[in-house]
């Protein structure tokens, strides 16, 4: 009787859970995620994360990795006139102007800069195209054999896509590089160039609200919907969380990370962290300042000189 009493107690305990876990899994709007431990590359959690689906700008992840390995970073590229045409975001790069490679590294991984991301795939190899074929590659190496790239900057091609579990690969791959690593904590990235100063805010909200985050990229295009790949740490394990076809990011990433954080950031400090307009600071005022300081003196050193005795 006792027996049969505990037994009853267990199923009803079972009866309240079932439905709590399948709710929580529903409450997931990702057509694909993956979470997995680093090193091992243990999976903690996923679904359907061997299906190919477009990933929006978590393409750049690999962009900037291979530029990073490509370049020495103080090298000066030029954009043609091209880069007028390409989408936002982006950097406003002018065509003819010179620019810092890094810049236009960082630009392209903290700002999430389509325009920075394909003049740097069409100085590398020559055009965008042959970049794309570069990056391919690349991911073969990785051993992301389930990939396809067609552009530099995850704009919604045909017949560009990955899967969780290569996203994951690639990023783990590029977590590896110090500079990669560096960049994508980056909070805050100024960009100059000849005229003006701009400051942009890293589009990954967990990097402002959620202290086991390491970096992540973001991503969205009305075709892709939300994507999103990053890493975190926990008792000095790297966790990588990749995701793609998302209505509903931050939650769903919030979901899915409560599997192995028992706090996470509530939906407002979330919104707090959102990426705001860039800040932007002319220097043509300071030059102008310069140049009326600089007149200033001159005038003073002339009165001094006809003062002075022959």
Known sequence: MVYKKVMMRFIAVLLLLIPLSLSAEDSITAESYLLVEEDTFHIIAGKDFDIPLPLASTT?????????????????????????????????????????????????????????????????????EDFARLMTE?????????????????????????????????????????????????KFFTFRDKRRSVVYKNHNRFLFCFDPTLGGKTGYTRASKYCYVGAFEKNGKVYILSILGSKNLWGDAKNILSTIYDELPSDKELQKARATRASLASYKKTKTKKAAIKKKTKKLAKGKKNLSPE
Not at 162 to 186: G, H, P, Q, W
């Open 60 to 128: 750049k992840v690999i962009t900037t990795i291979m530029a990073i390995e490509y370049l020495e970073g103080d090298e000066v590229i030029i954009p043609d006139n091209e880069v007028r045409r390409i989408p936002r975001s982006k950097l406003n790069l002018i065509p003819g102007r010179e620019y810092n490679a890094m810049d236009l590294i960082k630009g392209t991984l903290i700002h999430s800069a389509n325009d920075a991301a394909y003049t740097i795939a069409s100085h590398i190899a020559g055009s965008e």
């Open 138 to 186: 690349k991911a073969r190496e990785i051993g992301a054999y389930n990939t396809q790239f067609k552009n530099a900057s995850g704009l919604f091609v045909e017949g560009q896509y990955t899967t969780c579990y290569d996203l994951a690969l690639i990023f783990r791959y590029a977590m590896s590089n110090v500079k990669f690593k560096e960049i994508i904590a980056t």
